[in-house]
């Protein structure tokens, strides 16, 4: 029985075929788990071990019917050689365990023994090393992510969301169902849905910050249900022999979105008018910003129409042809003939063209510059000529994708020396269009009243000019005030579009106070415990116009202290008459300290003798709570602004460089 025994287990040994199998699946083992390092660890993309694992299926039964050949081919050989006159047992050492290590002298025993091993010991490190990473991940990882998106909530601008993206999709390679990392996720991304006509187009994104980064590739569509990274986005859609489609994707934090669907038709490069991007209309969306259902897809202009453009209408007789005049010209409450209209359309040496020209001719070395000095009516009659229109007010307000504003305008044209040539600032909005904020403001179709509207802020404004709907005299001809066009893919939809849009304003002329009462109770709603502010000076620098100091004091609503940039003259002795100054909502959109600028909408204050003082409000410059998630939050931090101001007096009358009878708000 023993023998027999032995004679099966040795066959097993000796037999190729099983050695063949042993090497074949050692190996693979020490492939696959190399491959899997480097997944996890370099970022090699999981497609090579799936690729890896077929490779290695195809070639088994060739390695297994190869050992087969071998197997059967020394099976014959032994059969014709002759009996060997000593038994191989003799030559053996005694005893089974002994007989069985000296079989592993032989290379066909050794090497797949040394292979095994080598799998096993592979495998443990790489396990051992995978649970370390779990654990870290649990016990380190998933609590910074959360302390980062906390902060990124409460200031959600800048390239913060993909980094955090970037990090918790590689935690969630190394953990499964885990419920912190699931609600973080959750908060994280939304399932976007990303179709294309013609299909098979490949979609790439990146930070909207970080314009200058190499692309991530997100997939080929149709794409459903991506996990697509809150915040704000630039993405990317390209398809062989069809024109690049870019867009701007914007995510908001705190909102419980559905998931979200975008669509976008691509096109041949003969297909787009010159200059244009085709605008697809989503129903249903942005109802907020007052785009209707029925706005319908159409091209707008990539840039604002530039001196080179207009010129050929310009030379082309646009000024003296009626047929691109075929509106009526206005003033005041009277119609005035088309001649009579003409005669306003002059430059600065009584030639027809925009106001800023001369003899009928841009400045030199401004044909990329964007057009301006043209009334509403020049602009309508360009757009005409060329077989387009002014876009609308719903037009404009669509693709400029305001709820991103804190970003885009980071990349605009504002508060500048003048307006610069198209393609310069990286300032792009939805759909591949370019300088809606900033550079020059816009004229748009829609009028109120006797005038018309112009959007988007300009060169010599703040950014928060971008959000704000201005209208004028559509007789203006000034250097601020330039146009885009647009050209509608299914017409019946202008009249609809073009209508009198009037504002609701506020006559704050005929209001009257409050009674005590209730003034009594207004106050009581912003009293606030009083506190030691116990002062401190951050820093003190000098220039040739003022000094410039950054005063530390404390609140009574948080620990954190509150600074306040006080700014004193230099010409002029103390005491001062002081300005405190409260800024624009571009500082609630601002991050950080260093964005607060002294611009010349203030520094008059200085050259007049008298001392700015600005404190970091809440909620501004990365103080506080920027995003506002509910009506709560919002009365607080309103409250909290206010008592910042009182809290800022309050410091200010301590100081004997300041005048504590002469303080102005402004």
Known sequence: MESKSKSFVEK???????????IFISSGWIILEITEYFIENFGLNENARNILLIVLLCIFPIVILYAWFLYKKQKDTKKELPKDPVPITTLLPRGRFKR??????????????????VAIVISLIFRSQHQSKIRYAIDYSIPSLQNEFEQLINNPYGERNWSIYKKASVVRDILDDNPDLDKLWYNLTVPLTITTNPPDAIVYAKPYSKPDTSWNLIGTTPIEGFPFPRGLSRIKIEKAELKTQFDVIGKPFGWQDEADTLHYQLFKESEVPDGMVHITRRAGVQKRFMVPDYLGNFWMDCYEVTNREYKIFLD???YTNPSYWEFPFIVEDDTITFDDAKKKFIDNTGWTGPANWELGEFPTGTDDLPVTGVSWYEALAYAKFIG??????????????????????????????????????NSMTRFGTYDLPGNVSEWIYNSTGNDRYFLGGNFREPPYMYNLKSQISPWIRNELIGFRCIKYIDDALEHKLIQNFDQQKRDYTNLQPVSEEIFQIYKELLEFERIELNPSMISKTFTKDWVKEIISVDVPYEDVPMNILILLPVNYKPPYQAIVYFPGLDAHYSNAMANMKINSGIDFFLKSGRAIIWPVYYSSHGRGRIQIQNLNEW??????????????????????DIDPDRIAYY
């Open 12 to 22: 097993i040994v000796h037999n190729s075929i099983i050695q063949a199998f042993v």
């Open 100 to 117: 069985f290590l000296f079989s592993f002298r032989k290379p066909q025993f050794l090497f797949p023994a040394i292979l095994i091993i």
């Open 316 to 318: 082309a007789g646009g």
């Open 388 to 425: 387009k229109s002014l876009p609308t007010i719903f037009h404009w307000s669509y693709v400029s994708e305001s709820n991103a504003a804190p970003e885009i305008i980071k990349f605009s044209n504002f508060n500048k020396k003048g307006p610069v040539e198209k393609g310069t600032y």
């Open 635 to 656: 009365k607080q931090s309103y409250k909290n602004i206010i008592i910042d101001v009182q809290i800022t007096i309050d410091y200010v009358q301590t100081r004997n």
